[in-house]
């Protein structure tokens, strides 16, 4: 990994929602939930050390936080950022396992 960032670091956790199987099932595309601070280069290779397949595409999108009313006043939730990942071959057992 570049910069002594662990992959882990990199990749957050799997997005599980219908839209993101339906990317799986329709284009074979991955949808991962990942560190604002983490460029497509570290992306790829946290993926491709994790999973141990080969990446062809990163799309990425930045997400701001929504702002709530709490009891406080206002709040906010935190920005992320999300990687959606197609593969040159192969799949990824987290998506598969879980239907």
Do not use: C
């Amino acid at each position: 990994m570049s910069l002594n960032k662990s992959a882990h670091d990199v990749i957050i956790r799997p997005i599980v929602s219908e839209k993101s199987y339906g990317l799986i099932d329709a284009n074979g595309q991955y949808t991962f939930e990942v560190a604002p601070t983490a460029s497509k280069t570290e992306i790829k290779l946290a993926i491709e050390q994790v999973f141990g397949v080969k990446v062809s595409k990163i799309n990425t999108l930045s997400r701001k936080g929504k702002t709530r009313r709490t009891k406080f006043g206002t709040g906010k939730r935190k920005d992320t950022k999300r990687a959606i990942v197609k593969l040159k071959s192969g799949s990824i057992d987290i998506f598969t396992a879980a239907l």
